[in-house]
């Protein structure tokens, strides 16, 4: 029973490097989300998936894209590294159905490092 | 826009003895949910409790129980018994019905004293 996965769960980027952060799901659910978790704080929002092929902003996008097409998978690509985007992410899907408000199911998190 | 307020940093609490977290809100629609996050030093998050607005009866799983209080767009979580296993950060969070994006609070750290 995997749930939501995520990998790597450690890593260190120099400033001005790309990477892709993999998350997949199991339990088919329609939603998918990226938050970042910087130390003493909240999770916010990176981006989100309602479904296979659509991806929207959430509250902080800057720096970071995302893909959408499976229902599966939802990597989330960062371009040029910067210090700022330090931080641990966790990705998490919910559903099934749509508009139903359903408890989000976290990965355990990658924590990264920009250097 | 919707926000989540977290009032107390930390909070401490003695083994088998009882402990309340603190939440509000704000939020312009009428239908939404609200939800408990526990978050060990594992890092993992885990769901602790729900509670859809509209129902009026308070949520409770097992020793977690809420006080709801819609008006004063209130969300506090009650631990009874507390535990050992208990120790770590809650967090606070909201989504509005139809829209499955939460925000969260900032959370409160909850150690507990053997």
């Known amino acids: 029973n995997a749930g939501v996965t995520q990998t790597p769960k450690f890593r260190i980027l120099k400033i001005g490097q790309s990477m892709t952060l993999q998350c997949a799901q199991d339990?088919?659910?329609?939603?998918m989300y990226w938050y970042r978790q910087d130390p003493g704080m909240g999770l916010k929002l990176i981006y989100y998936?309602?479904?296979?092929?659509?991806?929207d902003k959430g509250e902080v996008p800057n720096g970071y894209n995302v893909s959408r097409s499976t229902t599966e998978d939802f990597p989330l690509r960062l371009e040029l590294a910067a210090p700022s985007q330090t931080s641990v992410y966790f990705c998490?899907?919910?559903?099934?159905?749509?508009?139903?408000?359903?408890?989000?199911?976290f990965g355990d998190g990658t924590r990264l490092s920009i250097l | 826009a919707q926000t989540v307020t977290q009032s107390q940093p930390e909070m401490s609490v003695q083994e088998a003895e009882t402990v309340t977290l603190s939440c509000t809100y704000d939020t312009s629609e009428s239908d939404y949910y609200l939800f408990w996050y526990k978050q060990p030093p594992s890092r993992q998050m885990i769901l602790v409790i729900r509670?859809?607005?509209?129902?009026?009866q308070n949520a409770t799983e097992n020793r977690f129980s809420v006080n709801f209080q819609k008006a004063a767009k209130s969300f506090s979580l009650k631990i009874s018994d507390s535990q050992l296993g208990d120790a770590a950060m809650y967090f606070c969070?909201?989504?509005?019905?139809?829209?499955?994006?939460?925000?969260f609070g900032t959370g409160t750290r909850l150690t507990i004293i053997p």
């Open positions: 509670q859809e607005a509209y129902k009026q």
């Open positions: 339990m088919n659910h329609n939603y």
């Open positions: 998936s309602v479904g296979a092929g659509i991806t």
């Open positions: 998490a899907s919910s559903g099934p159905g749509i508009g139903t408000n359903q408890p989000q199911h």
């Open positions: 969070a909201l989504s509005n019905f139809g829209n499955e994006k939460l925000t």
